[in-house]
């Protein structure tokens, strides 16, 4: 099991290094004059120079990138023009259109969108195994018809479709829940969760449909197996059978999902934060692209594929502890 585990972890270190060499060559090799568009289009080519001086635009790609490798691990310090700020590591560089440091730009931001996948995340893991075992129990009935219309009704609508007729609905005509606005977990857990709770709703429909699915595949796939007859025709119920096996083959595909889909909801929660007025990272990637603020830009992704490699390297560990023949694999 530790060897399974130093694998994991010095396979998560190498894509992570290969995700910071890529996001930093498409930053500084693409199209584009940085400088100019830092400086803005009225700005004179002595302006221009001035701009691509303080960025280092004219150092070598190879050390730009160990300056950017040392601002990680080690810190930086960067000019603003009229004083030298010290970035402390990890150090992602200071954004061109408000000289705020990356790193602290987004670590303001990073509470919202967490607050947001970590709440819909447990909320679609219940809804969509509970429909999921339900509908592999109840199959072939009527109950199990309904529920398969209404996993396939989730995964063709949008988020922001379900989103907007929840917002006018429980929010609009029955007024059960306030519109949403972000308040820190810190300054009053019980409002954080109220605000949050038709986001997290939202956001689980869509993703329930799929774990839905994928579990009810899984269970009916598992009660198949010899094993399951076997206990059958020794006489063992039928709930027992369900919770006790069937489920068991479910838990490998749900927390490979499971783990793709938090990962991916920390650069894909434009729409939601968008929809329901959120400040989180989603919205502030949408603004630093329509600014050209490379910078937040490249943190952001960087960000984003850190959480990805997090997450699947907790699933894969979490997958060796749920069945042990991955360790062997």
């Given at each position: ?92 560089g200071l954004s061109y259109q408000s000289d705020q440091q990356v790193t602290q730009l987004i670590l303001a931001k ?215 023949r991955v360790v062997l694999s």
């Amino acid at each position: 099991m530790t060897g399974f585990f130093v694998r994991r972890l010095l396979g998560a270190l190498v894509t992570l290094f290969a995700i910071s060499v890529i996001i930093y060559v498409v930053f500084y090799v693409a199209p584009g004059n940085v400088a100019q568009i830092t400086c803005g289009p009225r700005c004179s080519p002595a302006q221009v120079q001035q701009v691509s001086d303080q960025l280092r635009l004219d150092d070598p790609l190879y050390a730009r990138y160990w300056d950017f490798l040392q601002g990680l691990f080690a810190g930086q310090d960067y000019s603003t023009g009229t004083a030298v700020e010290h970035c402390d590591a990890p150090c992602l560089g200071l954004s061109y259109q408000s000289d705020q440091q990356v790193t602290q730009l987004i670590l303001a931001k990073l509470p919202v969108t967490g607050s947001l996948a970590l709440g819909a995340m447990v909320m679609w893991l219940i809804l969509g195994v509970g429909t999921g075992v339900l509908s592999a129990w109840r199959r072939g009935r009527v109950s199990e018809r309904v529920l398969t219309a209404v996993t396939l009704a989730g995964t063709a609508t949008p988020v922001f479709v379900i989103g907007l007729l929840l917002m006018i609905v429980i929010c609009g005509q029955l007024r059960w829940l306030p519109f949403p606005q972000y308040v820190p977990f810190t300054d009053d857990p019980q409002q954080w969760a109220w605000n949050l709770l038709l986001p997290w709703l939202s956001l689980a429909l869509i993703e329930a449909a799929k774990y839905a699915r994928l579990t009810r595949a899984s269970m009916l796939e598992t009660l198949a197996d010899d094993h399951v007859r076997t206990f059958r025709a020794y006489g063992v119920g039928e709930r027992s059978i369900i919770g006790k096996h069937a489920l068991r083959g479910a838990y490998a595909p749900v927390i490979a999902m499971s783990a793709n889909d938090f990962g991916s909801m920390f650069g894909g929660a434009v729409l939601s934060e968008t929809l329901f007025g959120l400040p989180g990272l989603g919205r502030e990637l949408v603004h630093a692209v329509k600014v050209v603020d490379l910078p937040v830009v490249v943190g952001m992704v960087l960000v984003t594929g850190f959480f990805v490699v997090l997450a699947n390297a907790v699933a894969d560990v979490l997958y060796a502890v749920a069945d042990r023949r991955v360790v062997l694999s």
